[in-house]
């Protein structure tokens, strides 16, 4: 932007994805998409950086999310929420970074109000990069190409990255993860200057790291237009200025931007989320409860990890969006980007 309720797994793949488009058409029937409410409170907003521009350290802003009305329902696109505007920065740079904590339904969905903000800031295009394997990209275009029927749902989740075992369901490949996608979809029709959606977790060689191949992959996102902005979802290691203290080594994706950013973490204060505690365990889990929000933001600060905090409350585990699914052998050249890590 510079000058430049719960519903019983389903038993196969087939019944898995006729399942998800039973969901997914009764959510269409009752809301847009990707836009189910985080609250029908306030959330506040924390700004925490720019502290090197010279701006507040601490900005309270308002995040309102409700439905729209039944009647209006069939016409509102996931963007149209009056009455209930997302207040955020005008955030001046060419890559923003959203740090989440993986496998939560609230996470994504702040990610899909940014995006709708950015859509009506900026003069240029919007560039959405989500954290899946480059492998996903071409299933990922079709889908957003296509009318989002049975047939265009059931062909995009026959990716092997949505059937990777249990143990590797990271949490990038939730229910919110597929709403999100679906909205994005949505958009891209109505929204014309939602210029692309590029999944960036690409192939690792022996030489080069994971992050590395990320950063590459969104600075050339980012040199496409001058005018464009690259919004970044991806876990919160990944969107770091700089490595946490056990961290040393290692350089966030973040880091290895070459043009201008801004960092935001995406932070849950309580509640559950699904994500791997450890390789090969994934779960839904607690997450750290933060109980002194203000010392939270001054340890953030004093590592110059983040430039803006975003406390987002009580957050809710979204589980694997096929959680029956089984994985093929893995072997192809996205083995290790499909199977994930770690990361929150």
Not at 83 to 96: C, L
């Amino acid at each position: 932007m510079s000058s430049r309720s719960k519903a019983a797994a389903p038993s196969s793949k087939e019944s898995a994805t006729a399942f998800l488009r039973g969901q997914l058409s009764s959510m269409i029937a009752s809301r847009v998409v990707g836009t189910s409410c985080l609250c029908a409170a306030c959330h506040q907003i924390f700004c925490i950086g720019q502290w090197l521009r010279a701006r507040p350290l601490l900005v309270f802003l308002s995040l309102f999310l409700t439905f729209p009305s039944t009647a209006a329902l069939a016409k509102v696109s996931p963007c149209e929420e009056a009455n209930t505007p997302f207040r955020i920065p005008i955030i001046d740079a060419d890559v923003v970074f959203f740090g989440e904590r993986h496998g939560n339904k609230e996470s994504p969905e702040v990610f899909l109000t940014a995006v709708c903000k950015f859509l009506n800031l900026t003069k240029g295009g919007v560039r959405v990069a989500l954290e899946f394997p480059t492998g996903l990209q071409s299933g990922l275009d079709t889908y957003l190409k296509s009318n989002g029927d049975t047939e265009a749902l059931e062909e995009f989740l026959s990716h092997r990255f949505w059937h990777r075992p249990s143990g590797f369901q990271d949490g990038r490949s939730s229910l919110a993860m597929l709403d999100l996608i679906e909205a994005l979809r949505v958009l891209r029709a109505s929204a014309g200057n939602l210029a692309s959606v590029t999944a960036f977790d690409g192939v690792v060689y022996m030489d080069q790291s994971r992050d590395a191949v990320m950063a590459n992959l969104i600075n050339g996102l980012s040199q496409i237009s001058e005018d464009d902005v690259v919004l970044v979802l991806t876990g919160s290691w990944h969107a770091r200025r700089t490595p946490a203290a056990h961290m040393q080594g290692y350089s966030p994706a973040a880091s290895l931007i070459a043009d201008e950013l801004v960092t935001v973490l995406v932070l849950p204060e309580s509640g559950d989320s699904w994500n791997c505690l450890r390789q090969g365990h994934c779960a839904s889990s607690p997450v750290p409860e933060i109980t002194d929000l203000s010392a939270y933001e001054e340890r953030i600060r004093a590592e110059g990890a983040f430039d803006y905090l975003l406390p987002v409350g009580q957050v809710t585990a979204s589980p694997p969006a096929l959680a029956t699914a089984r994985s093929p052998p893995f072997g192809t050249n996205d083995e290790a980007s499909e199977k994930g890590g770690n990361s929150p």
